[in-house]
């Protein structure tokens, strides 16, 4: 089975959250980062950031402000 080396594997760690693996492959990630604190806390930053990122858009992007946006874009324009 191909070894998992750390970082060199980002591109795996991407696909193995996008769940895109086959289970050895997927097996041999899971091996790695249970005992890899690097790739641990990467997968766990990762997984935060799409919550973040809704979070963020709920609060600074209320109901109609992207429309108000759309316009004062198409009146800078003018
Ligand atoms: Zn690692």
Not at 15 to 42: K, Q, S
């Amino acid at each position: 089975m191909k070894e998992i080396v750390c970082m060199s594997g980002v591109e795996l760690l991407m696909e193995y959250m996008e769940g895109a693996l086959t289970p050895d492959v997927r097996a041999a990630i899971e091996a790695h980062v249970a005992g890899c604190p690097r790739c641990d806390a990467f997968i766990a930053s990762y997984r935060e950031t799409p919550r973040i990122v809704r979070d963020a858009t709920r609060v600074e992007m209320p109901a109609g402000l992207e429309a108000s946006l759309l316009t004062a874009l198409r009146n800078a324009r003018n």
